[in-house]
């Protein structure tokens, strides 16, 4: 699995894509806002990278 595939590249629609960010928001608590760009799995790991950093 590339960290920088699309994630519509793993067959992943947006209702999967919900689904996953309010999985990770409730398991480190936090909040993806709307905003932030989650195309990519790394684009959710550097997120709740940051949120950890701050």
Known sequence: MS?????WEYD???VDVVDIILAVEKKYSIVIPDE???YTIDDFVN????SFSK
Do not use: F, S, T
Not at 3 to 7: I, S, T, V
Not at 47 to 50: D, K, P, R, T
């Open 47 to 50: 997120y709740v990278a940051l």
């Open 36 to 38: 932030v760009p989650v």
């Open 12 to 14: 992943i629609d947006i």
């Open 3 to 7: 960290p920088n595939k699309g994630l």
